[in-house]
């Protein structure tokens, strides 16, 4: 998520546009302290609201939990991870690693 200024405002808003045009969230702060989000308008804002979408957005970012994610929400875990299905988000993102040494603990 990229931070503008108020200044950024005035001299960057193409950048912005493009940012939301790319599905990006951005932050907008007056004197270092946020005042705002900019979120894209997509389906997915349409479909579940504005907390739901910034929910996914924030934890397909890696910046929010799986739990915190679904309390800003306010689903319940599980229904959650069906709204990230639903969306192509996947709720668990190993990397091989991981996924092996998960294999190997389960095969002892």
């Known amino acids: ?10 001299e960057r808003t193409g950048e912005l546009v493009r940012n939301a045009e790319a ?3 951005s932050l907008v702060a ?3 302290h946020p005042l705002f989000v900019a979120v894209p308008l997509d389906e997915h ?16 970012e890696r910046v929010v ?11 319940s875990n ?5 709204r990230l299905g639903a969306i192509g988000i996947p709720a668990v993102d190993y ?3 991981e996924i092996d040494g998960e294999i190997d603990l389960l095969s002892n």
């Open 1 to 10: 998520m990229e931070t503008f200024s108020i200044r950024d405002l005035r």
């Open 78 to 82: 599980e229904a959650f991870i069906e």
């Open 95 to 97: 990397d091989a690693s």
């Open 23 to 25: 599905g990006h969230l």
């Open 45 to 60: 804002l349409l479909e579940g609201g504005v907390a739901v979408a910034l929910a996914c957005h924030l934890f397909s």
């Open 65 to 75: 939990s799986l739990a915190k994610a679904a309390r800003l929400a306010g689903l």
């Open 30 to 32: 007056k004197h270092g």
